[in-house]
């Protein structure tokens, strides 16, 4: 892959979050006054409608009739709130439905089902219009149940239920996983370890079972002790790099499934006195914008999170608009972005101006 960056933004060139930063007032108040809704004054309808036209911006489908039967708030429910990628997710789904007068109910589990079923209730006790998962566990069924029994139609975003089938967003992770593990292999790293969250999750068992799979048909053993799995937080790379440290057979690779993941385990090879990547290459998963920055370089894998959350939104609107419409399964691009961190000379690896460019995109 050429490490360009996928199309992270849809939609309108300019959002609703820009308008309403140029106004002085809140997402929500620029999509009630280009939906016609009430409780603005008119003054503020009069500025924001100006600042709209002038920045060229247009509603995404245009004005929504309002439909009685809806409340205009969906839930999100994300595993935590520390690992950056779900408040990315956040961000997304929130800036999209401010876009059309909808609110957001955000919820962290701590990947606990017990967590999960009761703060599916609790949504369901709010009348939430919708849910998307970004928790959803391999072996869900409960919250689900709960859920399908209420009639509250869900969207899973990157994690899905090995046994109901629902509308998703997501990548081809174990595709994305191949496409890491040869990169490194390429590199002539023999003594691999693979790091990933917890395999309950769908996405993370996918990654595992991408890079074993592929080392295998590259004639690379992994063998079990170097096959961990822990928290999707930097604390969890740091626990993990400790371990595959604990002994005498140090790798000198370690795969990563997530960001934060490779992050920790950067920070404790540090703390050993190992350098990154001429003693252990280090590799991550998400392609999160400061992981990409100059000042770590992380070799990593880009999910493009804005446009995914955006995409799960879109997907949930569809279900609430077509109840019975047959289920989705949304793949979005990926892409390989190559920093310092897997050991290519700078003249291989991707522009730190790109990685620029989508950060301004995605916080616009």
């Not at 170097?226 to 604390?235: H, I, M, Y």
């Not at 493009?304 to 569809?318: K, R, S």
Request: hydrophobic share 40%; proline share 6%.
């Amino acid at each position: 892959m050429s490490g360009k960056v996928p199309d992270e933004v849809s939609g309108p060139a300019v959002s609703a979050a820009a308008v309403a930063r140029a106004a002085g007032v809140s997402a929500a108040t620029v999509s009630y006054v280009m939906n016609g809704q009430s409780g603005v004054s008119e003054n503020t309808r009069r500025r924001v409608l100006a600042l709209a036209r002038e920045m060229g911006f247009r509603p995404r489908g245009g004005p929504r009739t309002p439909d009685p039967r809806r409340n205009n708030v969906v839930g999100l429910v994300v595993p935590n709130v520390t690992n950056p990628m779900f408040p990315r997710w956040a961000q997304g789904v929130v800036d999209r439905a401010a876009e059309i007068g909808y609110e957001v109910f955000l919820a962290s589990t701590g990947d606990d089902a017990d967590v999960m079923a009761s703060t599916v209730r609790a949504m369901i006790a709010r009348r939430v219009d919708g849910l998307i998962l970004a928790s959803t566990q391999r072996e869900e069924v409960s919250a689900l149940q709960l859920l399908r029994a209420a009639r509250v139609p869900y969207v899973q975003l990157s994690r899905r239920s090995d046994f109901l089938a629902a509308d998703f967003v997501g990548i081809e992770d174990a595709v994305a996983a191949e496409a890491m593990m040869r990169h490194v292999i390429d590199h002539g790293r023999q003594r691999i370890a693979t790091v990933i969250g917890p395999r309950f999750s769908s996405a993370s068992a996918a990654r595992e079972r991408g890079f074993l799979a592929t080392a295998q048909s590259l004639g690379v053993e992994v063998p079990p002790h170097r096959r961990l799995s822990t928290r999707l937080n930097n604390a969890g790379g740091r626990l993990a790099a400790q371990e595959l440290l604990a002994g005498d057979d140090h790798p000198d690779a370690i795969l990563c499934g997530s960001d934060e993941l490779a992050i920790g385990v950067m920070e404790y090879l540090l703390k050993r006195g190992l350098t990154v990547p001429d003693d252990v290459v280090v590799t991550g998963f998400d392609g999160l914008p400061h992981s990409r920055s100059v000042l770590v370089g992380l070799t990593t894998v880009i999910q493009p999170q804005i446009g995914m959350a955006h995409a799960a939104f879109d997907v949930l609107q569809e279900r609430l608009d077509r109840p019975t419409a047959p289920f989705q399964s949304l793949v979005m691009p990926h892409d390989l972005w190559i920093g310092r961190t897997c050991g290519c000379p700078p003249e291989s690896q991707s522009s730190p101006e790109t990685t620029s460019t989508t950060m301004r995109q995605e916080t616009e």
